[in-house]
């Protein structure tokens, strides 16, 4: 029978010649075990939170006129949680054959594979947010014209002789190109600014913790 995490800490997250007295032991058992299950339920609830968000903004963006935007918001946040939801999976799967001590280890090295993961998709992931937000906007039906399409005319009207590329004017287009490339560029640090603000505090714990651990077996 697959060992539960509570069995592991309950068998010991050291050998049997280990100098810890218990007391310390249970201690640190209750301390890991509290941190990792506090982990999961966070993300476990931000993943819901995700799906939640999708579907309603996808609904609302139809009502507004925006359906563009809310299909291309409603696609990318699914793809985002249906990767993440994987990862999930792969963290329960980690061997818990070995001691406790290599678990809280083996949770370690699981975050930094799935913040690695989500820091790389992360480079993508704001550009096509933006992007789904000009194509909506864009492509809202302003009383029978397409919202970017008054834009431009209006434009027009105070700058004739602006160049225009489809339609569209050049200095609009490298505008968008210089934010795409930014957020690309930058994606991977916003995600680390807001992976922090929601786990920053269990990450530190963490740190905290295999530091104590790696102390008391020296």
Same mark, same amino acid.
């Given at each position: 029978?697959?060992?539960?995490?509570?069995?592991?800490?309950?068998?010991?997250?050291?050998?049997?010649?280990?100098?810890?007295?218990?007391?310390?032991?249970?201690?640190?058992?209750?301390? #890991? &075990?509290? $941190?990792?299950?506090? %982990? /999961?339920?966070?993300?476990? =609830?931000? +993943?819901?939170?995700?799906?939640?968000?999708?579907?309603?903004?996808?609904?609302?963006?139809?009502?507004?006129?925006?359906?563009?935007?809310?299909?291309?918001?409603?696609?990318?946040?699914?793809?985002?949680?249906?990767?993440?939801?994987?990862?999930?999976?792969?963290?329960?799967?980690?061997?818990?054959?070995?001691?406790?001590?290599?678990?809280?280890?083996?949770?370690?090295?699981?975050?930094?594979?799935?913040?690695?993961?989500?820091?790389?998709?992360?480079?993508?992931?704001?550009?096509?947010?933006?992007? #789904? &937000?000009? $194509?909506?906007?864009? %492509? /809202?039906?302003?009383?029978? =014209?397409? +919202?970017?399409?008054?834009?431009?005319?209006?434009?027009?009207?105070?700058?004739?002789?602006?160049?225009?590329?489809?339609?569209?004017?050049?200095?609009?287009?490298?505008?968008?190109?210089?934010?795409?490339?930014?957020?690309?560029?930058?994606?991977?640090?916003?995600?680390?600014?807001?992976?922090?603000?929601?786990?920053?505090?269990?990450?530190?714990?963490?740190?905290?913790?295999?530091?104590?651990?790696?102390?008391?077996?020296?």
């Amino acid at each position: 029978m697959e060992k539960t995490i509570e069995n592991i800490w309950k068998d010991g997250f050291l050998k049997s010649d280990a100098l810890i007295a218990p007391k310390i032991n249970n201690l640190y058992n209750r301390k #890991s &075990i509290h $941190l990792i299950d506090r %982990f /999961k339920r966070m993300f476990k =609830i931000n +993943l819901i939170a995700i799906v939640a968000f999708s579907f309603i903004f996808l609904i609302v963006s139809f009502f507004v006129g925006i359906p563009l935007m809310g299909a291309i918001f409603f696609v990318t946040l699914i793809v985002l949680v249906i990767i993440n939801k994987k990862l999930l999976i792969g963290l329960d799967s980690i061997d818990k054959g070995e001691n406790s001590y290599q678990y809280l280890k083996a949770f370690n090295q699981w975050i930094k594979k799935q913040v690695s993961i989500n820091k790389r998709m992360s480079t993508f992931l704001y550009p096509i947010i933006f992007m #789904s &937000i000009i $194509l909506g906007f864009w %492509f /809202k039906d302003a009383e029978g =014209i397409f +919202l970017g399409k008054r834009l431009v005319n209006k434009i027009l009207i105070g700058f004739p002789d602006i160049y225009l590329v489809y339609g569209i004017p050049l200095i609009g287009i490298v505008i968008v190109f210089l934010i795409l490339g930014l957020l690309a560029f930058f994606g991977g640090r916003i995600y680390q600014w807001d992976l922090n603000l929601v786990y920053g505090r269990v990450f530190k714990k963490l740190d905290e913790l295999l530091t104590d651990l790696e102390n008391l077996n020296t």
